[in-house]
């Protein structure tokens, strides 16, 4: 229906504009038909072991606060590590790990992030570290998947699911010589789950902090070097 809107705003001005007296006007040509063009195919990925690009990767968690907006907050030092194999999903692993004391928030009152990161929130001197572990991973889509895995949050292991959006790769480019994918990932869970229940609000209150954390991911991650192209045979010397 969209590919035929310019076509019919272009016969409806010309049916507005002043035409020559003495010419007959001509049938209006029929639209073209539709068509649908195919999706380039995917780039041939190489399966293999990949690192995250630190540099173009964010993690970034959203809580209500008091019903009135979406606070969000991230963690500056993450790192993780996939084992991707673009043909078979169901191979593929994923183990990541965050530092909370990396934690960052929009312009903190003093003493904020001690108490985010101190006994009451995250306690980050007895839970040092944030780790996930993938325990499954399926396709729910051409680009959609699932990744279920065991979440390690303030000394508590439960299992929580990401939604995926795999954003494509390519083998290798001469200034980035190894292979390249890309992926968008979301998901939640109850902090309540993991020992984090303090402010949450009272049973049909909005008054605090919500139980569920909204998590938003985005990852590059770089993996099996680009193949070199062989080098054109020598031609056979004369005897």
Known sequence: MRSILPVVALLALAA???????????????????TTAPKPPKADIPAGD????KHHATLVFRVSHLGFSNYTGAFADFDAKLHFDQNNAAV??????????????????EGFLA??????????????????????????????GKVTGDLTLHGVTKPVTLDVTYNGGYTGHPMDPHARIGFSAKGAFKRSDFGIA????????????????????????SGPPLAATPSPAAPASNP
Do not use: H, R
Not at 20 to 29: F, G, I, L, R
Not at 119 to 140: C, D, G, H, M, R
Not at 203 to 211: A, F, I, L
């Open 115 to 144: 108490e985010l990161t101190g006994p009451q929130w995250l306690n980050t001197a007895t839970y040092p570290a944030i780790t996930f572990k993938s325990t499954k991973v399926e396709t729910t889509g051409p680009d959609t």
């Open 198 to 221: 303090y402010g949450v609000p009272a049973p049909g209150s909005t008054m605090g902090v919500s139980d569920e954390v909204q998590v938003a991911i985005e990852a590059e991650f």
């Open 16 to 34: 507005c504009s002043p035409q020559p007296a003495d010419k007959t006007a001509e049938a209006p040509a029929a639209a073209a038909p539709t």
């Open 92 to 109: 593929s692993t994923l183990e990541a790990t965050v530092n909370p004391t990396s934690l960052t928030i929009p312009a903190p009152p």
């Open 50 to 53: 990949y690192t995250l690009d």
